[in-house]
């Protein structure tokens, strides 16, 4: 079992920055990968970046956000800078977990809200 708890999201202004952080309950390092997702209104859940043997992000946050990992504290961090009001959504921390037999499973976080004003 493995619990993921999110926090860092809140209020910022068009061009803002925001580095929300997911804390995992198990080592990182025993999960294949870790991402963030968001989910605005009315839209469905998107992934916007993950981070496991390699990285890769949506074409829409690209050169904006990075994601990070610190193996030391079981910690994903998702550095989000030249915010636009677009990117308001509560942003979700996943981890895909190999069950052993050849799938994954998924864990999730409660979600953080991040609100970009015009």
């Known amino acids: 079992q493995v619990q993921l708890v999110e926090s860092g999201g809140g209020l910022v202004q068009h061009g803002g920055s925001l580095r929300p952080s997911c804390a995992s309950s198990?080592?990182?390092?025993?999960?294949?990968?870790m991402g963030w997702y968001r989910q605005a209104p009315g839209k469905q859940r998107e992934l916007v970046a993950v981070?496991?043997?390699?990285?890769s992000y949506a074409d829409s946050i690209k050169g904006r956000f990075t994601i990070s990992r610190d193996n030391a504290k079981n910690t994903v961090y998702l550095q989000m800078n030249s915010l636009k009001p677009e990117d308001t959504a509560v942003y979700y921390c996943?981890?895909?977990?190999?069950?052993?037999?050849?799938?994954?499973?998924?864990?999730w976080g409660q979600g953080t809200q991040v609100t970009v004003s015009s």
């Open positions: 996943n981890a895909k977990r190999s069950t052993g037999l050849g799938t994954f499973y998924d864990y």
């Open positions: 198990v080592s990182i390092t025993s999960i294949n990968a």
């Open positions: 981070i496991g043997k390699g990285g």
